[in-house]
């Protein structure tokens, strides 16, 4: 069975940074886009990032020029300047055929 992990999260100061990585139990990456979503308490699931197999990216506006997504075996999402409307639990998604993969999420606090 498939399992996509996320870890690296925790509890930061505003302007601090934190490294989330997101690994799987098989290789579910290969040539798939694997993105990055956030979700606040009370507020609906949002885009963060992407990254696809070439290497290519794409991120929220909200975060351009802070964060970072890369990949090898691996996806990372180097986090960087955050803010306190940064905290969320941040879930990997792997899009995949015939279905998509999620993992369980790890918590970002950021305090003010």
């Known amino acids: 069975q498939v399992q996509v992990v996320e870890s690296g999260g925790g509890l930061v100061q505003a302007g601090g940074s934190l490294r989330l990585s997101c690994a799987a139990s098989?290789?579910?990456?290969?040539?798939?886009?694997v993105s990055w979503y956030r979700q606040a308490p009370g507020k609906q699931r949002e885009f963060v990032a992407f990254?696809?197999?070439?290497g290519s990216t794409k991120y929220a506006g909200s975060v351009e020029g802070r964060f970072t997504v890369s990949r090898d075996n691996t996806v990372y999402l180097q986090m960087n300047s955050l803010k306190p409307e940064d905290t969320a639990i941040y879930l990997c998604?792997?899009?995949?055929?015939?279905?998509?993969?999620w993992g369980q999420g790890t918590q970002v606090t950021v305090s003010s």
């Open positions: 998604k792997v899009h995949s055929l015939p279905s998509d993969y």
């Open positions: 098989a290789r579910i990456f290969s040539g798939n886009l």
């Open positions: 990254a696809r197999s070439d």
